[in-house]
């Protein structure tokens, strides 16, 4: 299974963009690409998600390289609620159990006031 | 909103107790998972079902059963707990069409002694 690779930890000020990246550099042309965010003591929490083209949300932007070998997570404006731990995640296809989602360690993001 | 409920968020059972875990969800959604959380080791799929009755293993089945009687209703079984079973334990569903875009239930940490 392709693996994703993202640093342990980011900071962030309040009111400010973020950009979270993730790489992928043995994405295959199938594999689909999840972001999930997890609060503090709560259950992750489902963000957005992609194949090649940039995603726009409520929540957040997904930009994917042309490549597809990585891609970032932007929070447009970071507020306190968003400190959690982010994570990205590839599954293959969109259906059935290839696209079981396989959770790695995830970006701590902290924001300050 | 989709809710995803969880029968105890902490619980505390022995050694070889017969440990049950509910997971209930109000939208319809055809599947549902189990999961586990550990420091340092992120989410584990446990156990998934595509419909009632159904159930299929994910990466660490072992020590664990399913059931799903009910649609909304999807259980997880530890048949003789274990210390090495104590963790956070997830429940998530997702409808059949969009199955990694998975909302999760608020937790239960177990703790076994």
């Known amino acids: 299974d392709a693996k994703t690779t993202q640093p342990n930890s980011m900071e962030s000020n309040e009111e400010e963009p973020v950009h979270l990246p993730c790489n992928h550099s043995t994405i295959s042309g199938t594999d689909y690409i999840h972001w999930y965010r997890q609060l503090p003591s709560q259950g992750p929490e489902y963000v957005i998600h992609?194949?090649?083209s940039n995603v726009n949300n409520r929540m957040a932007s997904l930009a994917i390289a042309e490549d597809r070998k990585s891609s970032t997570l932007i929070l447009h404006r970071a507020t306190l609620r968003d400190a959690a731990v982010y994570y990205c995640i590839l599954s293959r296809g969109y259906g059935g159990s290839q696209g079981n989602l396989i959770f790695g360690k995830g970006t701590k993001l902290s924001v300050k006031p | 909103d989709v809710k995803v409920t969880q029968s105890s968020r902490y619980l505390v059972k022995r050694t070889g107790e017969k440990v049950f875990l509910e997971c209930v969800q109000d939208?319809?959604?055809?599947?549902m998972f189990w999961y586990r959380q550990d420091p340092g080791l992120g989410l584990r799929l446990i156990y998934f079902?595509?419909?009632?009755?159904?159930?299929e293993k994910g990466d660490i089945p072992e020590g664990y059963s399913v059931s799903r009687e009910k649609k909304e209703r999807f259980s997880l079984i530890l048949e003789s707990a274990s210390t090495n079973q104590t963790s956070m334990y997830l429940c998530a569903s997702s409808l059949g069409s969009r199955p990694q875009e998975q909302y999760f239930g608020p937790g239960t940490r177990l703790t076994v002694t």
């Open positions: 992609g194949l090649t």
């Open positions: 079902s595509y419909d009632v009755k159904m159930k």
């Open positions: 939208m319809d959604h055809e599947n």
